[in-house]
Each structure stands twice: as C-alpha cells, then as structure tokens.
C-alpha cells in the first residue's frame, strides 16, 4: 500500500482563505520509507496570515516573505508523487495519513485549486487515514484513557510518544503520529 504521511502548518484554519505556509509529506510503501521533504510555502495574493496562528507555528512574517512560490512548491511535490504514482490510473493512489488529516488534506486540495489544478484526486484517495480515529477507537476499547484535549501534542504526552518542543513543525508532527498510529495498532 502507497501512504503518504503529510502535515501542514497554516496561517489559519480556513482552507479556503487561509495560508498553507509549510508541507511535510513522508512516501512509505508497504511500511517502507521511500522519500521524505519540507517545503516552506509563500502565500498566494489572497491569503490571509493570523498572528495567532504564526505564533503556534513559530513562523514571523518576514520568515514566510522568503518562502517558496506556490507554484514551484505544487512542482516539486508532484515530481515526489510522480514517482510512486501513475495519476492516470485511478486505482494507483496515494492513501493520505496525517493526525486530523482532514484538516491538511482540504488545505492541500486548495492548494492545488489555488494553482489552478483540480486533479488532487488522481494522486490520492479521496479518505484520508486519520490516527484520531484510531484515538477515539483507544477510547472505546478502554486502552486510552478519555482527555480534556485531543491535540496531538497532548494525545502524545498521554501515550508517551516524544514530540516536546518540536510540536507544530510539520515533519515532527509527521514522525509523531505514525509513532503514535503504529502505537495505537499494536494496542
């Protein structure tokens, strides 16, 4: 099976307006690690940037100025989907895995809208495999034990997964929730 692990860090939690700022995708195929990268995304035209959001990601305006145009960034990523995938075989696909992966999967659809290509679907299954469900799963079997907050950094410290001061960097969350998601499956 083709998965590719991807976090994102954004300047907001709005898909459609907001800023992806930084992608972390890591190729595993059949549980082997092919390829792994960061890309530091600048902002389209349009994009709004929160301070909030800057200051949970550890990024400054004048960081995300120098970041990479969308547009060689969107190249760079498919030159690595390439690779493993034909994207004109709509059952060779990418399974797209993250910790609410729902939330960097919409923003990575975006981003492929936002450079006017609307073919995100042929690398990936449109199901994102989410470890939060696998979370909630720990839940209902009793192996986890019920918390007050299901960010990642907090699921993490419960299940003695090492993530500490690197949370929000995309790579480290990444290498966390397949920690995490290889921890919770083995029960």
Known sequence: MKVAWIDTETGGVDHKTDALLQ??????IDDVPKESDVFHVAPFNN????????????????????FTSPMI???????????????????DK???????ARFDMDFMRQFFKKNDDNY???????????VMSFVAEG??????????????????DQLGVELGEEAHDAMADI????ELYDKLKRG
């Open 23 to 28: 992608i972390a995708i890591e190729i595993f």
């Open 47 to 66: 994009d709004r940037i929160n301070d909030e959001a800057l200051e949970v990601n550890g990024f400054t305006r004048d960081q995300v100025e120098t």
């Open 73 to 91: 960034v969107k190249m760079r990523l498919e030159n690595i989907l390439g690779k493993y995938v034909n994207k004109f075989n709509p059952l």
């Open 94 to 100: 990418f399974v797209f895995a993250g910790y609410g």
């Open 120 to 130: 995100f679907g042929s690398y990936f299954f449109s199901m994102p495999l989410d």
């Open 139 to 156: 839940i209902v079997s009793g192996a986890v034990k019920p918390m007050k907050s299901f960010k990642l950094v907090k699921v993490c």
């Open 175 to 178: 290498r966390a929730t397949r």
